[in-house]
């Protein structure tokens, strides 16, 4: 995937349809090679192609999620990994922050064992010999590539960590920190019940968003880790909630 790929990427997040002209005028290249940009797109399943325009894809897909604002995330992970220590034991929730903390992790720290019910997570980082992965059994989800159910419960009792580290699909207000799928907003529950302290890892467009089930109550969480377009006042709730935000 390349600069131009990510910027149309980004351009589909902030206004969720977007015309061929449109995206030509701002890139400032030919509808021809949009064109290209966007077959390109679809192969890998995140946008969807329409007469004169496109839209993303809302496949729950961990390789389409892992587009949208790529660099962003990176960079989230990045410093969401800075608080790992070499030799640590974590749990790490499926998603695609997760996916990067996990690669980042990979890629910079030793020995670190990484507990996880993703199995996207766990192909993902297969070629780093310096991560241990333990992948919990459970019932598997084709779509998110996670596992999910009473079997997670079970695997993960097992095990008493310091950190789990996991994305979200919303917050607001209203709701708390929500996801769109229940199994895995239990299968949440269940690994969070095990970690001293709870790390939220998304980009800010969640904020503001609305999943369709609860996750954790805000008092469980310990810290977010986000980027610098979270609203104001998003960020001050967190605070006086004492929930660390880091951006």
């Known amino acids: 995937m390349n600069k131009r790929h990510l910027q149309i990427l980004d351009l589909l997040t902030k206004y969720k349809k977007i015309e061929v002209t449109k995206l030509s005028e701002v890139l400032g290249v030919s ?3 949009i064109r290209k940009d966007l077959a390109a797109l679809e192969s890998m399943g995140t946008v969807v192609r329409e007469h004169g325009y496109a839209t993303l894809n809302n496949s729950d897909d961990i390789n389409t999620r892992l587009a949208y604002n790529y660099e962003t ?3 989230i992970a990045k410093r969401a990994v800075e608080s790992i220590k ?3 034991t974590i749990i790490i929730e499926s998603g695609s922050c997760c996916a990067l903390v996990a690669l980042e992790i990979a890629k910079t720290k030793k020995d670190v064992t990484m507990i996880t019910n993703s199995a996207f997570i766990a192909d993902y980082i297969r070629k780093y010999s310096t991560v241990k992965i333990v992948l919990l059994g459970g019932e598997y989800q084709n779509e998110s590539q996670v596992m999910v159910g009473p079997m ?3 695997c993960v009792e097992g095990f ?3 950190k789990l580290f ?3 699909d919303g917050f607001t207000f209203e709701t708390g920190f929500t996801g769109r799928d229940y199994m895995r907003g239990e299968a949440i529950r269940d690994m969070a019940k095990q970690a001293s302290n709870v790390i939220v890892v998304a980009d800010s467009g969640k904020f503001g968003q ?3 089930v609860g996750l954790l109550d805000t008092s469980r969480i310990s810290k977010v880790y986000t980027d610098d377009g979270i609203p104001a006042e998003y960020e001050e709730y967190l605070k006086e909630k004492n ?3 880091i951006k």
């Open 86 to 88: 070499d030799g640590e």
């Open 152 to 154: 997670v419960r079970k």
């Open 31 to 33: 509808q021809v090679t």
């Open 73 to 75: 995330k990176q960079e």
């Open 166 to 168: 996991l994305g979200i």
């Open 210 to 212: 609305k999943g369709v």
């Open 160 to 162: 008493f960590v310091d």
């Open 243 to 245: 929930i660390e935000v």
